[in-house]
T-cell receptor, first 112, second 114 residues
Framework: GQNIDQPTEMTATEGAIVQINCTYQ??????LFWYQQHAGEAPTFLSY??LDGLEEKGRFSSFLSRSKGYSYLLLKELQMKDSASYLC?????????????WGLGTSLAVNP | DSGVTQTPKHLITATGQRVTLRCSPR?????VYWYQQSLDQGLQFLIQ???????AKGNILERFSAQQFPDLHSELNLSSLELGDSALYFC?????????????FGQGTRLTVV
């Protein structure tokens, strides 16, 4: 089967660092996305990893280990506006049927 | 602004009715994806079209159907609506179908079935 697991909720303090983990079990793995979604708004793209290792983009970094079925999103120098849901999505390539499988998201609350 | 336009933004309708949600992708994007997002199910992939043809199918009910027109806009038709169909419906677009690239999401249509 296919499964993506993320923590449901996390809390952190403004200025701190937080790591949001995502584990997955899926066939035909072809990359992993992280999206940010503020309440009632559309998801917006943060990062994409297809090879093992760390991808850094400003305050946000994303890591992937394909052998462990594991990824994390690292947010540094947290700001209040980072309070949002963070969605992990796996790109599954099953023959002619390519699709994204989404985790339920991690709701991050940043406190002053 | 992602460049993806969805109409209407809000829709309230009764059980048993039929509605059509519309999506205009970003200029030049050939792929359109439809998603349903509810509180308990998270973001669920429904269906993908590429240049007018169905390319991938997810958890789309038989009561739901979609199509992509020659001008690349897409419509999602929901019929025999049930209370459980109340959700946010997102459309996303991307330039290609294989070698997946990031998808750009519209602001969604919030459907309430009463």
């Amino acid at each position: 089967g296919q499964n993506i697991d993320q923590p449901t909720e996390m809390t952190a303090t403004e200025g701190a660092i937080v790591q949001i983990n995502c584990t997955y079990q899926t066939s035909g793995f072809n990359g992993l996305f992280w999206y940010q979604q503020h309440a009632g708004e559309a998801p917006t793209f943060l990062s994409y990893n297809v090879l093992d290792g760390l991808e850094e983009k400003g305050r946000f970094s994303s890591f992937l280990s394909r052998s462990k079925g594991y990824s994390y999103l690292l947010l540094k120098e947290l700001q209040m506006k980072d309070s949002a849901s963070y969605l992990c999505a796996v790109h599954q390539n099953a023959g002619n049927n390519r699709k994204l499988i989404w985790g339920l998201g991690t709701s991050l609350a940043v406190n002053p | 602004d992602s460049g993806v336009t969805q109409t209407p933004k809000h829709l309230i309708t009764a059980t048993g009715q039929r509605v059509t949600l519309r999506c205009s992708p970003r200029s030049g994007d050939l792929s359109v994806y439809w998603y349903q997002q509810s509180l308990d199910q998270g973001l669920q992939f429904l269906i993908q079209y590429y240049n007018g043809e169905e390319r991938a199918k997810g958890n789309i009910l038989e009561r739901f159907s979609a199509q992509q027109f020659p001008d690349l806009h897409s419509e999602l038709n929901l019929s025999s609506l049930e209370l459980g169909d109340s959700a946010l419906y997102f459309c996303a677009s991307s330039p290609q179908t294989g070698g997946y690239t990031e998808a750009f999401f519209g602001q969604g249509t919030r459907l309430t079935v009463v």
